[in-house]
């Protein structure tokens, strides 16, 4: 039999019990007691789940108050100085200023540390910030707390940690450069120190995350891999290493090699790479085979799982792992909540809760083929991928017909950028500097109430059209009075940048419990594409047309673009990205068409998750750039010169794709700079970078409001590489997630920087 564990679960809830307690902490509601009871509820449940589901090795050490990363970091002392208590050991306080930067107390003022994704998800992590000098010390205790609890309630338990160097390859030097390698002989005793505390609390196993040896890395990193390990052996405990997100390519060898008791892969994303490591494999080690898909929410094919499943069977025997591919995290937590699903839909899906159902019972079906659970849920299986391969629901000829009809010309814009520029000023007659917003403002109760009673059938379709007016007419006063030069209808009736559009497209299903983590409190609920996608009617002219009736300014169309759509939503499995993004692209390339008829003249096209949909090995990088930019030409390029379009992009690293973005063809980009104090404007000193950008200039994911004079002198810095007349004056995110009171603040200070250039470069 193969013993079924788990790599992590989500943390957040099936109520989002996480989300409202640590919300509930920050405004003063609840107290820390309240809050670590909420923690200490949510783990004790979510094991049951696992356990209930069959998983036979449950994870600790998943949970976290805001971030796995960030956890670490507090963990092994890694705390910046500006954040450093006075009192001694890091606090809640602590974790929470690092996460969220603070405006006065024990720390002072203080931005937040920088947030970035967690390799090609949509997850965010802290980023940790060592000097040349950093001493790691153990400075955490919640990770021993949390066997002692699972102890307590008689689970058989798997800590998991962040392996050392991936936790050194995700972090960024301060201070000066240096090699994080240098660091690794100071931090890796504090990994014994973890290693001895556990084994002292009769833990057995241990899961080592090291998910970098899917990536491309360079020789002194992969020799830091063997020393590293070389000395970890030593200390107590058997060690599973885990790899997720892709295959091990060529440091397949350097993994099945090191001196560890276990290796998990990824056989949903890199099956290709089961037949080498079965034959690599030395004959002490188990072999761990993520089956089931940690990132999706389809069900497993059963049968193709307990295909490759008994194969590895007859070669290791007892020394056979099953699991998810990925920590669960990723996925929303229990498909038991949807009552409202259409039924065959929800015949097609798995979440959280039923892939641990999906692990346990492909490690049953080796003991007990023959066992009824087993046969029921195998047959089961196959009905479900029979019925959904021969689904009239899935495939539209409608559509395959455009698709096909797609010529080059569909993806260029009528004229070089140069040349739009010039018409773009003239029609749109903008100061030097001109400021703007991304698009959202604050989501507030009024209008979350309205939602909801609309839904419930308690406010009219015209009430709550009204109710929305008088939200618009807020904003649009907001903006006028601040003095900012190209407006926003402020998008309060969105629910979400994504499920709004989807709600109105053809091919996607919604789910009412499918949150899932982003980071901290932020949850998402990415709609799922099912069949063919295509847009019946306009999505927001009705709402852009009122908005620009209250004013003579500009006013900016707000949309999401191709890639966004699809890196945010619960993609299918059986059509490769690039279709799907193709479809989007042309039902977002339909609603362009239309406000630019309405009269709107600056179209913005979000692609947030650009960044985040480049594959992890370099080698595929150009394959997906090539066809992500031709997804955002295609819904971007049915408009005449004089109208503008922009994107935006945020927390992403995107010196590496520079050239690509460029390719996209937006007159204007924003991005996030703000965080990282105008470092991912490094690209522009090697690359010429032709059309308008416009940097952050404040974070938004902090309730800290910077003053003016540091709005400023973030500008000067991106007018060192930008020229001042292609430069905008932006913050680095939407609103919808801050106060109406921080928002105007940090807008007075943002519209009197961009004063303050004006009058510089006059």
């Not at 985040?612 to 049915?638: H, I, K, M, V």
């Amino acid at each position: 039999m193969a013993l079924a564990h788990s790599l992590g679960f989500p943390r957040i809830g099936r109520d989002r019990e996480l989300k409202k307690a640590l919300e509930a902490f920050w405004k003063g509601e609840l107290d820390e007691a309240g809050l670590r009871a909420v923690g200490r509820d949510l783990r004790a449940t979510h094991w049951q789940l696992q356990k209930d589901a069959g998983i036979e090795l449950l994870p600790v050490g998943d949970f976290a108050w805001y971030d796995q990363v960030l956890t670490h970091s507090l963990t092994f002392g890694v705390v910046p100085e500006r954040f450093r208590p006075h009192s001694g050991k890091p606090g809640l306080d602590t974790l929470f200023a690092m996460a969220r930067g603070v405006s006065g107390g024990c720390c002072g003022g203080a931005h937040a540390q920088e947030m970035t994704k967690w390799f090609d998800t949509n997850y965010h992590y802290l980023v940790p910030e060592f000097t040349a000098d950093q001493q790691f010390q153990l400075s955490w205790e919640q990770l021993f707390e949390e066997v002692d609890e699972a102890h307590a309630l008689g689970h058989p338990v798997k800590p998991v940690l962040i392996g050392p160097l991936t936790y050194l390859w995700l972090g960024k030097a301060k201070g000066g450069e240096f090699d994080r390698l240098d660091l690794l002989e100071r931090l890796l005793p504090v990994y014994g120190e973890i290693l001895q505390r556990l084994a002292a609390q009769g833990v057995e196993w241990v899961q080592i995350d090291e998910p970098i040896l899917v990536l491309d890395l360079p020789q002194e990193w992969k020799s830091a891999f063997e020393r590293a390990y070389n000395l970890l052996q030593r200390e107590p405990l058997k060690k599973l290493i885990a790899t997720y997100f892709g295959g091990l390519e060529d440091n397949l060898g350097l993994a099945a090699s090191l001196p560890l008791d276990g290796l998990h892969i990824d056989l949903v994303r890199a099956p290709e790479q089961y037949p080498t490591i079965l034959d690599r494999l030395p004959a002490y080690k188990v072999l761990s085979l993520g089956l089931v898909n940690g990132r999706n929410v389809w069900r497993c094919d059963l049968d193709k799982a307990l295909d490759v499943l008994r194969h590895a069977h007859e070669r290791l025997g007892e020394r056979l792992w099953v699991a998810p591919s990925c920590s669960l995290l990723h996925s929303p937590v229990d498909l038991g909540r949807e009552d409202k699903l259409d039924g065959e839909l929800k015949d097609w899906l798995a979440f959280a809760v039923q892939k641990c159902a999906e692990v346990a019972i492909l490690g049953r079906a080796l003991n007990e083929p023959e066992a009824p659970e087993v046969l029921a849920a195998l047959a089961h299986s196959r009905t479900v991928q029979a019925d959904r391969a021969r689904s009239p629901r899935i495939h539209k000829p409608a559509v395959q017909a455009r698709l096909a009809a797609i010529e080059p010309a569909h993806s260029q814009r009528r004229s070089p950028f140069a040349e739009r520029i010039r018409q773009q000023r003239a029609h749109l007659d903008l100061p030097l500097f001109p400021t703007t917003t991304i698009g959202s403002f604050p989501q507030t109760a009024s209008i979350r109430l309205a939602r909801q009673a609309f839904k419930q059938g308690k406010l009219s379709a015209a009430e709550y059209t009204e109710a929305m007016h008088s939200e618009i007419r807020h904003a649009v006063e907001v903006q006028e009075q601040l003095g900012l030069d190209v407006l926003v209808h402020g998008e309060a009736e969105r629910n979400d940048m994504v499920e709004y559009f989807a709600e109105q497209l053809d091919g996607y299903l919604f789910t009412r419990f499918g949150w899932v983590q982003s980071y901290g409190s932020r949850c998402v609920k990415p709609a799922v594409i099912f069949g063919d996608l295509s847009r019946p009617k306009a999505m927001t002219l009705d709402w852009i047309r009122y908005a620009q009736g209250l004013t003579n300014k500009v006013m900016k169309g707000m949309l999401t673009g191709p890639v966004t759509m699809l890196m945010w939503s619960f993609p299918r499995e059986d059509l490769t990205r690039e279709e799907q993004a193709r479809q989007l692209a042309l039902a977002i390339r339909d609603e362009v068409v239309d406000l630019e008829a309405a009269g709107i003249r600056i179209v913005q096209i979000d692609e947030a998750a650009f960044r985040e949909g480049l594959p992890l090995r370099r080698s595929q990088w150009q394959g997906y750039l090539d066809w992500a930019t031709e997804a955002f030409r295609l819904c971007a390029s049915g408009v005449a010169d004089q109208t503008q379009i922009h994107t935006h992009m945020c927390y992403s690293e995107f010196n590496d794709v520079i050239e690509s973005i460029a390719a996209m063809d937006a007159d204007v980009i924003t991005i996030e700079t703000s965080r990282s104090d105008m470092e991912l404007l490094e690209a522009f000193k090697a690359f010429a970078y032709p059309n308008e950008i416009g940097p952050g200039v404040y974070d938004i994911h902090s309730p800290r409001v910077p003053d003016s004079a540091e709005m400023a002198g973030l500008l000067r810095k991106a007018a060192e590489r930008i020229p001042a007349e292609r430069l905008w004056v932006n913050p680095d995110c939407g609103l919808k997630t801050r106060a109406w009171p921080e928002t105007e603040a940090a807008l007075v200070n943002m519209v009197a920087a961009a004063r303050q250039l004006r009058a510089q470069f006059a």
